[in-house]
């Protein structure tokens, strides 16, 4: 008997039952070529929500999976009831990929709600994207960071940028806030710096529009795709101050403590911008805490000069038991 109606066509076709031994990674390799489901066009609008909901309901088989995944602050009801709303442009997507991403997503315990984290679809392929306010999240998360600032500098904004001045007398930014968005003028600038637990605040990252489209063109294969199609639907399309703001933001990396977990988060990122599969680490890995803590050395060689204060102690990165007598020896006062 021939289906229908779109609702029966998923929901036939996504009856298949989850591997017992799926992981993360192995998701990100099965089913490399489409499957009916992710084929399917939504050719009746009001048909949306019901494909959303068998949708759905098909991701709920890998609700261990995902409950393995998240923190323990995020539950997956909660979790999965935020990416419904997204699941309508993400039929297309292979299941495989459909999956890997929202197991990344969940990794890094961010819920794809459109401020944290957005899954988005590049041709038959899902793709987990950290926002803003995601990468926010986890520099918060890493406990050296007391807080975070971002922001855009308008035309006819007050603001001054003196380098060579000390923190935090070296930049200043006044709003005009008392006037409409078309007096202010367009934005020319986009910063972002942090205050540190320690009271010492970090260098302030600023990239011009000029910085960020080179950022653009050098590094998102998907705006690329997106231009030569002539879709003009990729994030740097449709949202590009916010890309701005978030390319300021990741260039913080260089300046600001970082954990193994936000070291993997800007790998997985740069892989989807990239094209490429975002497979995760996890954060115990040694490569990670190592680049982790030369960001975090980076960051403290970065702060006023002038600043008196007792440097801590280094680190001891983890070393074989034999050599950790030597390695007492190496460290630095």
Request: include cysteine; aromatic fraction near 6%.
């Amino acid at each position: 008997m021939a289906l229908s109606s779109l609702k029966d066509r998923v929901r036939a076709a996504t009856t298949e039952q989850p591997a017992a031994d799926a992981t993360v990674q192995a998701l990100a390799t099965d089913a490399q070529g489409p499957v009916p489901a992710a084929q399917l066009h939504t050719s009746a609008q009001a048909e949306g929500d019901d494909v959303a909901d068998v949708a759905l309901a098909w991701l709920e088989q890998y609700g261990d999976d995902f409950t393995k995944a998240l923190p323990a602050h995020i539950d997956v009801k909660a979790f999965l009831s935020a990416v419904r709303a997204a699941l309508p442009g993400l039929v297309h997507c292979t299941p495989a990929s459909l999956r890997q991403a929202l197991l990344t997503c969940a990794r890094f315990g961010l819920v794809p709600d459109g401020r944290h984290a957005v899954i988005k679809r590049e041709g038959a392929v899902a793709v987990f994207v950290p926002m803003a306010q995601g990468y926010v999240e986890l520099m918060y998360r890493s406990g050296r960071v007391g807080s975070v600032h971002v922001g855009l500098i308008h035309e006819h904004d007050e603001w001054n940028f003196e380098p060579t001045a000390p923190a935090p007398l070296d930049f200043t930014h006044r709003p005009a806030l008392a006037k409409s968005k078309a007096e202010r003028g367009p934005v020319i600038l986009a910063y972002a710096f942090c205050w540190m637990t320690s009271g010492a605040r970090s260098q302030v990252v600023i990239l011009s529009r000029e910085d960020a489209e080179e950022i653009r063109d050098e590094y998102s294969t998907a705006y690329r795709r997106a231009k030569e199609s002539g879709a003009d639907d990729s994030f740097w399309h449709t949202d590009f101050t916010k890309m701005w703001a978030k390319s300021a933001l990741r260039r913080l990396h260089k300046v600001v403590p970082m954990s193994a977990e936000l070291v993997a988060l800007i790998k997985a990122d740069d892989a989807g911008e990239a094209g490429q599969v975002q497979v995760i680490h996890a954060p115990e890995d040694a490569g990670l805490a190592d680049e982790a803590e030369e960001a975090h050395e980076r960051a403290e060689e970065s702060q006023d000069p002038q600043e008196t204060r007792v440097r801590p102690l280094a680190r001891k990165r983890s070393q074989p038991r034999r050599s950790t007598r030597k390695g007492r020896k190496g460290a630095r006062r």
